[in-house]
């Protein structure tokens, strides 16, 4: 049963950068494609890209110029980072493992963490 | 981007009673539909994929059908674990979810 568990800083201040990682457990990191997804409070999902083991990244268009995504074989870890957050990037950060290429549907998803950017 | 419409945003149901939750696509999606299951302060579940094939552990009063740019996700006889917000997402094009609908007592 592959189980995936985010980490990082909860409270980051606006023009910083957000980082995350997400461990991966219970199965191995390759060959799979790994996601990040958020959701504000008391609303909706959205999509923020998602990176291949090998390294192969695609992004959500909206978020394409302030995210960056890498991947750590070894330590079966995939990471995000967000730049110059506004209060508008508060949200639950989730990471989720993709079915499988060409399946971009998720099917384990980490528990979430809160990242709220304020001064 | 494709544009997920889901409806209704709230839905009122009793226990044991059918609910039909619907999703509109903007554009044709290929059946590339998943549904997923979100319970309060929890990540969401995936529920269906394919439009209609439940995924592993999926109670079979989870069902999933479309007819051209409309999804349907159907659950019959709700149990109290089933009151939850639902969302669509499309993976056709990359990815975009629906805003969701709530289904409460």
């Known amino acids: 049963q592959v189980q995936l568990q985010e980490s990082g800083p909860g409270l980051v201040k606006p023009s910083e950068t957000l980082s995350l990682t997400c461990t991966v457990s219970g199965g191995s990191i390759s060959p799979h494609y790994w996601s990040w997804i958020r959701q504000p409070a008391g609303k909706g999902l959205e999509w923020i890209g998602r990176?291949?083991?090998?390294?192969?990244?695609?992004?959500n268009s909206s978020l394409e110029s302030r995210v960056t995504m890498s991947v750590d074989t070894s330590k079966n870890q995939f990471s995000l980072k967000l730049h110059s957050v506004t209060a508008a990037d508060t949200a639950v950060y989730f990471c989720a493992k993709v079915f499988g290429a060409g399946y971009l549907y998720f099917d384990y998803w980490g528990q979430g963490t809160l990242v709220t950017v304020s001064s | 981007e494709i544009v997920m419409t889901q409806s209704p945003a709230t839905l009122s149901v009793s226990p044991g009673e059918r609910a039909t939750l619907s999703c509109r696509a903007s554009?044709?999606?290929?059946?590339?539909l998943a549904w997923y299951q979100q319970r309060p302060g929890r990540a969401p579940r995936l529920l269906i994929y394919g439009a209609s094939t439940r995924a592993t552990g999926i109670p079979a009063r989870f069902s999933g059908s479309e007819s051209g740019t409309e999804f349907t996700l159907t659950i019959t006889s709700l149990q109290s674990e089933d009151f939850a917000v639902y969302y669509c997402?499309?993976?056709?094009?990359?990815?975009?979810f629906g805003g969701g609908t709530k289904v409460e007592i």
């Open positions: 997402q499309q993976y056709n094009n990359w990815v975009t």
């Open positions: 554009q044709h999606i290929n059946s590339n």
């Open positions: 990176i291949h083991a090998s390294g192969t990244t695609k992004f």
